[in-house]
C-alpha cells in the first residue's frame, strides 16, 4: 500500500518509507492510501475472540500488503502480551484500562508495535535509524523502553523541563544504552517543534537517518485502534447492544484520530467525545469551525498539554476538510485542574474506582456528552501512581507504587538539559550519531 502525505505536496511512498521517514519532506503527515472495511463476519464473531486474534485483523488490514502474515502476527504478539479490561464504573459507564503495559500507560502499545515494525525494516536494510520523539509525559517512556537496546536503533527523548511528573521522567532519563534524554527549557510544543525542524534540515538528513516515533509517525499511531475494537468486543460479550460513544483523553490526537479510523473500516461506535483540559484548541475548532493553535498551558494532566495538536491535519484529511462531517462524530469538552481533581475525589468516594486526572477528564466528558439510550466507555490511559502526589491529595490516602514502576525511581538520572535552540539540538544529534 502506497502512503500519501496530508500536505499533497510530496510523493507517495511505501510503508518502510513511510515508517522509516515519520514526517513526510513536506512537513505533511502521512495517510494509507486507503482505509479497508473489515468483513461483516468478523463484527459476528468479535465477542468470542481473544485481543490478539482481533488485533491481528485489524493490523492485516493495514499492514498486510507489506508484510508476510507470519511476522506481522509475532509483531502483534510481542506488542499485546499484556491484559486490557474494560470494567463497569457506574450504570452504562465502562473503563477501558489501558495501562497494564510496561511503563503503565496506553502508549506501550504503539511504542512497542512501532519498535518492532521498524527494527523489521532496520534489519532489511541494515541502517542505524535515529529514532526522535517529543513527550509531554507518557510518549517518551513508552518509545524509550518499547526501543530500549534495540540494534541499530538510537533514540532521542525530548521533553519539557520541570513539566512532566517524577515518574514519567524517571521511566526514560535513567536508562543509558541507546536511550539518551534531553531535557528542553522550554514547553511540550516547543520539543516538538525542534524534532518537526529536525526533519526539515537538509544538512541532518543527509548525514543521519532520522525517524519520530511520536502518534504522527504511522506506525506508532495505528496500532492504537486495535484496543477500541476489543473494547466493542467486550461490550458485545456482555450483552451490551445499546448505541455506544466513547470518551478519549485528547492532546495530540493520535489516539482519538486511531478510534476514528477505527470506525471508518467499520467498527459500530456511533461516536466520539474528545476531552480537553484548558488546552483546547481542538475543541475550539469543534465549536466556531477556526483552528487556533497557540502556546500550551501547563495542567495536572499534563501528557494533555498540548497546543498544537499534530494529527489534527490527519482527521481533517480523513474527513476531507468537512467542519460538519467531523462534528458530526466528535464533540468536545474542556476540565479545568479543579474540576479533574473534583473528579478524582468524587469518583473515588461513590465508586472506588481510582483514576488519573487524563482518566478523570475523560470521565468527566462522557458524563457531560453521554446520551440517556448510550452506553459509554471512557479510556483510562495511564496508572494513577504515575501522578502520585496529585492523586493522593485529592483522595487522602496513599497512592501504591506497582514495583514495575517503582524501579525506574532506583536508578540514577542521565538526562542532557538543553537549550530551545535548533543549532544546538542539531549539534547534539551529529555528535552522538
Not at 484520530?257 to 475543541?283: C, E, H, S, W
Not at 473515588?348 to 457531560?368: I, N
Request: glycine fraction near 6%.
Amino acid at each position: 500500500m502506497q502512503y500519501y502525505s496530508t500536505n499533497k505536496k510530496a510523493c507517495d511512498v511505501s510503508l518502510q518509507e513511510a515508517v522509516v521517514k515519520g514526517l513526510a519532506p513536506d512537513r505533511g503527515l502521512y495517510m494509507p492510501e486507503r482505509i479497508a472495511q473489515l468483513p461483516t463476519h468478523f463484527f459476528e464473531q468479535i465477542g468470542d475472540s481473544s485481543l490478539q486474534d482481533i488485533s491481528k485483523t485489524v493490523a492485516e488490514a493495514f499492514f498486510g500488503e507489506d508484510i508476510p502474515k507470519d511476522e506481522l502476527d509475532a509483531i502483534v504478539n510481542g506488542t499485546l502480551s499484556f491484559e486490557i479490561p474494560l470494567k463497569k464504573v457506574e450504570e452504562d459507564i465502562y473503563v477501558l484500562e489501558l495501562f497494564h503495559g510496561p511503563t503503565f500507560a496506553f502508549k506501550d502499545v504503539g511504542a512497542r508495535f512501532m519498535a518492532r515494525m521498524l527494527s523489521h525494516f532496520v534489519m532489511e536494510r541494515q541502517q542505524t535509524v535515529n529514532v526522535l520523539v517529543a513527550t509531554s509525559g507518557d510518549t517518551g517512556s513508552a518509545v524509550a523502553n518499547g526501543f530500549l537496546g534495540v540494534e541499530g536503533i538510537r533514540v532521542f527523548v525530548l521533553y519539557p523541563s520541570g513539566k512532566v511528573s517524577d515518574i514519567q521522567e524517571a521511566q526514560f532519563n535513567t536508562l543509558g544504552q541507546n536511550i539518551v534524554a534531553l531535557e528542553v527549557d522550554g514547553t511540550f510544543d516547543d520539543c516538538q517543534a525542534l524534532v518537526k525542524s529536525a526533519f526539515m534540515d537538509d544538512e541532518l538528513n543527509n548525514r543521519i537517518k532520522l525517524t519520530s516515533a511520536n502518534s504522527i509517525n504511522v506506525a506508532r499511531f495505528l496500532p492504537q485502534s486495535f484496543y477500541y475494537f476489543w473494547a466493542y468486543a467486550q461490550l458485545i460479550g456482555r450483552g451490551e447492544f445499546a448505541k455506544r460513544v466513547v470518551s478519549v483523553p485528547s492532546g495530540n490526537l493520535g489516539n482519538l484520530t486511531a478510534g476514528l479510523f477505527a470506525k471508518r473500516m467499520g467498527l459500530p461506535i456511533d461516536r466520539f467525545i474528545a476531552a480537553n483540559n484548558r488546552n483546547d484548541v481542538f475543541r475550539e475548532y469543534l465549536q466556531t469551525g477556526q483552528y487556533r493553535p497557540r502556546a500550551s498551558v501547563q495542567t495536572i494532566a499534563n501528557a494533555m498539554d498540548v497546543g498544537a495538536p499534530s494529527n489534527f491535519d490527519r482527521i481533517l484529511d480523513l474527513y476531507s476538510h468537512s467542519h460538519k462531517a467531523i462534528t458530526h462524530d466528535v464533540s468536545s469538552y474542556r476540565y479545568s485542574d479543579e474540576e479533574i481533581k473534583a473528579a478524582i475525589k468524587n469518583v473515588y468516594r461513590e465508586s472506588g474506582y481510582l483514576l488519573d486526572p487524563h482518566g478523570a477528564s475523560a470521565y468527566l466528558a462522557l458524563k457531560e456528552g453521554k446520551k440517556p439510550d448510550e452506553t459509554g466507555i471512557f479510556l483510562a490511559t495511564a496508572h494513577p501512581a504515575k501522578f502520585k502526589e496529585s492523586v493522593e491529595a485529592c483522595v487522602g490516602i496513599p497512592i501504591e507504587i506497582p514495583d514495575g514502576l517503582a524501579a525506574f525511581m532506583q536508578h540514577k538520572k542521565q538526562s542532557i538539559a538543553l537549550p530551545n535552540d535548533f543549532n544546538l539540538f542539531k549539534k547534539e544529534l551529529i555528535g552522538r550519531s
